[in-house]
């Protein structure tokens, strides 16, 4: 009953970009050297053979792991016992640690997600598969080094959601990450991977906005998108365990936004994501839609899609600062709604860190260290918030 899909009744109809000047500054446009200058082919040790389509992805057995992939646009699957993982590393060019398989299955979900005494942080939003313009981010602010290997040391990345859907390299994109959320942890750093809408539309069983590519996966597999993430996946079982709420210092991390019916409802950072971990994530849409929490956490006032903050033209600064005094908090940094680069209002209580990665041609990254904010390019420019 937790697969079968209904059609979600509510839809976004777009997205308002003015609003008025002393809520909303909107900063200078990306730098003209910066534009179209992601290379189409990022020179990457993992996926390196252009022979295999899409993969892998891991299915926990009783006694095994099967491994599938797409290569030469048919079918392969492999069973692995034990430890030996050689086969991911010659058919896609990465190391495959066993213990992370044992680690995940035994870590319970963090519902507080508090982090205090954080010096420096990167975070950026809406990635949708453009594996390309996640590398060269991640590159030129030395999160990770030539071999694509955790470098940020203490530090903390934050993906503020939508890693899913619309681009050609989504898994591509889930296993990096995947990969240094384990290596930051060895180096004291943290990788924060939150859940946005399109995950949890992914998870939910709705498939509208996958690219064309998974769908021809899931044929090639005899079954839908959403079963390539189920419950028994390594990538889908490490998904449903994810936030959507993060504090770390004195800002909050969450993929759409916080309303002011939120705070009214009273609900908290923790309550939410457990609700969302039991009872949102992989349920049906029926069940979701008939009941009023629920449906309101996953309605246009809730964490994960809400757009106020850019569309609400009745939203004061006072009503800003009673959400912020709500949690505690300073600041709160938002992806889900795109601008063409990281955006400030109100004074920089509210940054809006969707800088429309999803076209495939620019992207930036949110920057705190040491008491300093400030956005990021491609080209590896460095602007002040």
Do not use: C
């Amino acid at each position: 009953m937790r697969r079968n899909y209904k059609h979600i009744g509510f839809f976004i109809t777009g997205v308002f970009l003015f609003l008025s000047a002393t809520a909303f500054k909107n900063n200078s446009a990306p730098p003209k050297e910066d534009v179209n200058d992601i290379n189409v082919h990022v020179e990457s040790p993992y996926f390196a053979k252009s022979n295999i389509k899409d993969g892998p992805y891991f299915f926990l057995e009783d006694n095994h792991v099967t491994v599938k992939w797409i290569y030469k646009n048919r079918p392969v699957e492999r069973h692995i016992y034990g430890r030996n993982f050689n086969v991911v590393k010659r058919k896609f060019g990465f190391e495959f640690n066993y213990d992370w398989i044992k680690q995940d299955l035994t870590t319970q979900p963090n519902y507080v997600q508090r982090f205090n005494n954080v010096d420096k942080i990167i975070a950026l939003s809406d990635v949708h598969g453009q594996y390309d313009v996640l590398v060269k981010l991640l590159k030129q602010f030395n999160v990770i080094d030539d071999q694509f290997n955790w470098s940020f040391g203490n530090g903390h990345l934050v993906i503020l959601g939508d890693m899913m859907d619309r681009g050609a390299k989504v898994t591509e994109a889930l296993w990096l990450i995947y990969r240094l959320e384990k290596q930051a942890e060895t180096a004291g750093g943290k990788v924060h991977f939150l859940l946005g809408n399109h995950e949890i539309m992914v998870l939910n069983s709705d498939a509208r906005y996958i690219h064309e590519k998974y769908l021809t996966t899931a044929r090639l597999f005899e079954t839908t998108y959403d079963k390539l993430y189920s419950e028994n996946n390594l990538i889908g079982n490490w998904l449903r365990k994810k936030p959507v709420m993060v504090t770390i210092n004195d800002m909050l991390f969450v993929h759409a936004g916080v309303s002011e019916d939120f705070v009214l409802n009273g609900y908290t950072r923790s309550g939410t994501n457990k609700l969302f971990t039991e009872n949102i994530v992989g349920n049906s849409w029926k069940e979701i839609l008939t009941n009023q929490t629920l449906s309101f956490l996953m309605g246009n006032k809730g964490p994960v899609w809400y757009r106020g903050y850019f569309e609400d033209t009745t939203l004061t600064e006072e009503k800003i600062n009673n959400i912020l005094n709500y949690f505690g908090i300073d600041h709160i940094i938002v992806g889900h709604t795109s601008m063409p680069n990281i955006v400030t209002l109100f004074d920089n209580k509210i940054f809006g860190i969707d800088s429309s990665i999803k076209l495939g041609d620019y992207g930036e990254v949110f920057i705190y260290e040491n008491g300093r904010y400030s956005r990021g390019s491609t080209s590896g420019t460095i602007m002040d918030l």
